[in-house]
Every structure is written in structure tokens, then in C-alpha cells.
């Protein structure tokens, strides 16, 4: 498997929606242009079997642990990728936070 998108990866909601749209329209085999960001995924195609793989293959890609039921929690590209991007943008606002005190320690 591929590595993870420097843009899906650093949190990119450009980057994450054009990577989980081509991500379903391979599962649903249909060209990208075809998936519907607002549009539920389970109206579009994409059955239970299919909605694991798209968790499995997202973990992989980003190099993070998500929920089995992330496409019932979030029924579409758009919402799947708002979490996403808060869920990747997290961890480097909790870097930045500690690197800032770091900084201000060793200045103090």
C-alpha cells in the first residue's frame, strides 16, 4: 500500500476529500467525478462490506486508528473528511502547544 499524502496526511481538507472520493468511487467502481461529496455514501453504493474496507484503507493511508463505523457516524465525503481534519489537525496543535512552552522555558 501507498504512503500517506503529504496533504491528507498533514490535514488538508482539499487533499482528504479528493483521497476518500477516489477511495469510494474505486470501491463502488465508478469514476470519481460521480461521487457526490453531500451525499450519503450508503445512497451512492457503498454497502457495509465496502464502508469497512474504506475505514481499513483511510487507516492505512493516514497512520491513524479509526472507528469501524466511521461511515455511519459520518454518511459523507464531507463529513467523513470535517472529522478527518480535525482528527489530523489535533496532534499537530498539540505539538505546536508544547513547542511554544518548550521555547518559553528555555527563554525564561
Keep these: 500500500m501507498s504512503s500517506p499524502s503529504r496533504s491528507a496526511a498533514s ?27 453531500d451525499v ?15 475505514v481499513a484503507d483511510l487507516e492505512d493511508q493516514l ?11 459520518h454518511p459523507t465525503v464531507d463529513e467523513i473528511v470535517r472529522f ?6 489535533a496532534p499537530r496543535a498539540v505539538t505546536a502547544h508544547l513547542r511554544s512552552g518548550q521555547s518559553e522555558e528555555s527563554a525564561g
Design 84 to 89: 478527518l481534519s480535525g482528527r489530523l489537525d
Design 11 to 37: 490535514g488538508d481538507a482539499t487533499g482528504l476529500a479528493t483521497q476518500v472520493t477516489v477511495r469510494v468511487a474505486a470501491l463502488l467502481d465508478v469514476p470519481a467525478e460521480r461521487i457526490r461529496p
Design 63 to 73: 497512520g491513524v486508528a479509526l472507528d469501524p463505523q466511521l461511515t455511519w457516524d
Design 40 to 54: 450519503p455514501l450508503a445512497e451512492q453504493g457503498l454497502d457495509s462490506v465496502s464502508a469497512v474496507g474504506l
